[in-house]
């Protein structure tokens, strides 16, 4: 029994291309059942190498609230992925580059629905400006610009 | 003005027949009699989560939530002292209630607040018979969230028949893992998305534990809903709800569409349940509106009695008709209201709050919707410009269109409104409603007699989008 659940398992991982066995990374979006968005924006994480499950819920501010989003950053689905909060339209790339660097903060948002964010169409207006967030009551400080 | 008083000289005659006109003039007597009642606004607890789990600080109308039903009769006057127990000023609205623009319980527009440790004299006759509620008017966020909510019962001289008449007061909490109520009421994605939905629906008070019902008994069932944000769409497995009155107004019976009895925040159903099931069995009642969050609300449990009747009883369901002037469309004058802003509302509020493309609209207190361009938010306060004058008598035909992505049930204080059309399509079954439910995108046609003077509010009964702007007020002189 053992030996067949080992080759099994071997034989996948022999048999899964290695890309896309390390690429994908494993989400759970959190966001309101009512908003069209957030759904634009999985399907644009998925499409980036991520694995989103989709969790329709009804107090999302207060989710976002308890995983330590500041009110100010809030935006309308709050992402949970590999150990760190993503609030609001983030860019695929400042999300990796936060699963690569592992800092010691508690996520990272982008405050508002700004318009040219992915998910959400439209002109990019200006910069994006990512904040990191922590939840020892430290002022948010910028992660990084886009 | 033409009035419906069929139902009066249906009263009279039945009453005349059956006892006589001594017992005629007594009741006309005691009907006449002042009704006094009191209700203290303050703060108290209650075990909303059930028997085991902890207390929940509640705000509370006489201690208890919802507030105490207060049962009383069509066309009997009608006297409540309201005491304000809280620490900040407070109003009561009689939610439908037809009433002098002064009893109407918005602060600054209809009267002073009740300030902290002061009281208010309500006095009002109900002219309609049906399910109505009571809740304050100031600061309503935050003191309906925490529990001031009631239901108010105006009597029929003459109800239909059933075996039984209950009432589902539904209420919505957002409650933290220690059952206390969350804070952050008013947060800005709340305010421009669905409002505050909660977490944990309670009926009349508790999380609903099984309804026990017996076998062919006929129910008449009132359900208010009282929640700050949540909708409701109910059905009741195996059952055949009869719609009998929506909003307090009777209504020509009949089932809903698709078996589905969509209750938005402040509206009230009455249905008639005939308790059809097998002695012994079990039939759940879910709520199924918000996609792929559908829960069991709780469920028709049957007592192993035989049933109380072997048919359904052959009584008549339609209810006695309410004296509500009937609009004259043919002079009517038409107004237009226009609901706009919320998330991905397409830029609409963009010179309300600097708003720009699709960013948060409702931040740091500010609008997030507006009507006809307009942003009037709180609760109501002195001053307040009306969007639309009627002179009074004039029938109004009013257009609503939703042009958010929400949903929004748009309550009119002091009149009913005949619903006319949905999209285009009439609205069948003779509907009037003091709270009449939007769609996204939706277009509604009503119309109303302006007979009663006043500044009149019109608001969506979301709490957090009234707040943030979705509320105007209109004059009859």
């Known amino acids: 029994m053992k030996l067949t659940y080992r080759l099994a398992a071997l034989a996948t991982l022999i048999a899964t291309p290695l890309p896309a066995f390390a690429a994908t990374i494993n989400a759970v979006m959190y966001k309101n059942p009512q908003c069209s968005c957030c759904e634009s924006y999985a399907n644009y994480l998925e499409h980036n190498g991520f694995k989103v499950d989709i969790k329709p819920v009804n107090n999302l501010s207060q989710i976002s609230s308890d995983a330590g989003v500041p009110a100010d950053l809030e935006g309308c689905h709050t992402l949970m992925v590999d150990g760190y909060v993503v609030d609001g339209l983030v860019p695929v790339d400042i999300v990796k580059k936060l699963l690569a660097e592992r ?14 964010a992915p998910g959400m169409g439209g002109e990019k207006s200006g910069p994006f400006v990512v904040y990191a967030f922590t939840k020892d009551g430290k002022a ?6 886009d | 003005m033409d009035i419906d008083f069929s139902y009066f000289f249906t009263r009279r005659r039945l009453l005349q027949a059956a006892a006589g006109v001594a017992s005629t ?3 006309t007597a005691r009907a006449s009699e002042l009704d006094e009642r009191e209700l203290k606004a303050a703060h108290g607890r209650a075990g909303l989560a059930g028997p085991d789990a902890p207390w929940t600080t509640v705000w509370a109308y006489d201690g208890t939530v919802p507030g105490p039903t207060l049962r009383v009769q069509q066309g009997r006057p009608l006297r409540i002292t309201v005491e304000n127990g809280l620490d900040e000023d407070t109003t009561t609205h009689w939610h439908g209630i037809r009433l002098p623009n002064a009893m109407d319980g918005v602060p600054g527009l209809t009267q002073k607040p009740i300030k902290p440790g002061e009281n208010f004299v309500y006095e009002f006759t109900p002219p309609d018979a049906g399910t109505f509620w009571y809740h304050p008017h100031a600061d309503s966020l935050v003191q309906l969230g ?3 909510a009631g239901a108010l019962i105006v009597e ?7 075996d039984r008449d209950l009432l589902w007061l539904l209420q919505d909490w957002r409650l933290t893992d220690d059952k206390q109520l969350a804070p952050r009421f008013g947060s800005a994605m709340d305010a421009a998305m669905s409002g505050r939905v909660g977490n944990v629906v309670t009926v009349n008070g508790t999380v609903p534990v099984d309804q026990l019902v017996k076998a062919g008994e006929r129910v008449r069932l009132r359900l208010v809903n009282a929640c700050l944000a949540r909708m409701v769409a109910l059905r009741f497995e195996g059952h055949r709800p009869v719609i009998v009155a929506i909003d307090g107004q009777p209504c020509d019976p009949h089932e809903p569409e698709d078996g589905r009895l969509m209750l938005a925040p402040a509206m009230r159903i009455d249905i008639v349940l005939d308790m059809q099931g097998d002695p012994g069995s079990r039939h759940a009642v879910t709520d199924d509106f918000y996609d792929g969050l559908a829960y069991t609300l709780t469920t028709l449990a049957y007592d192993s009695a035989s049933p109380l009747r072997a048919h359904p009883l052959d009584a008549p369901l339609g209810l006695p008709r309410n004296p509500l002037p009937q609009p004259d469309l043919a002079s009517a004058e038409r107004q237009e209201i226009v609901l706009q802003g ?4 397409g830029g609409k509020l963009a010179g309300v ?13 500010g609008a997030a919707w507006a009507i006809n361009g307009m942003s009037m938010t709180g609760d109501g306060h002195a001053g307040m410009a009306p969007q639309f004058t009627l002179k009074r008598g004039t029938t109004c035909h009013l257009t609503m269109r939703n042009e958010t992505a929400w949903w929004h049930p748009m309550h009119v204080h002091g009149f009913s409104l005949l619903v006319l059309a949905r999209n285009g399509s009439p609205v069948p079954n003779r509907q009037w409603q003091d709270t009449v439910l939007l769609a996204p995108k939706d277009t509604i ?3 109303f007699v302006a007979d009663n003077p006043g500044d009149w509010m019109l608001h969506c009964h979301v709490a957090d989008h009234q707040m943030a702007g979705l509320m105007t007020v209109f004059r009859v002189t």
């Open chain 1, 103 to 116: 800092p010691p903060i508690t996520g990272i948002a982008l405050a508002g629905m700004p318009s040219g």
């Open chain 1, 140 to 145: 948010p400080a910028v992660y990084a610009t």
């Open chain 2, 342 to 345: 919320g998330m991905m509302g």
């Open chain 2, 146 to 148: 925490r529990g001031l």
């Open chain 2, 353 to 365: 709050g600097g708003m720009m493309g699709m960013a948060t609209p409702g931040m740091n207190g």
């Open chain 2, 25 to 27: 003039t007594l009741l």
């Open chain 2, 156 to 162: 029929e001289a003459e109800p239909i028949v059933v």
């Open chain 2, 445 to 447: 046609e009503c119309a």
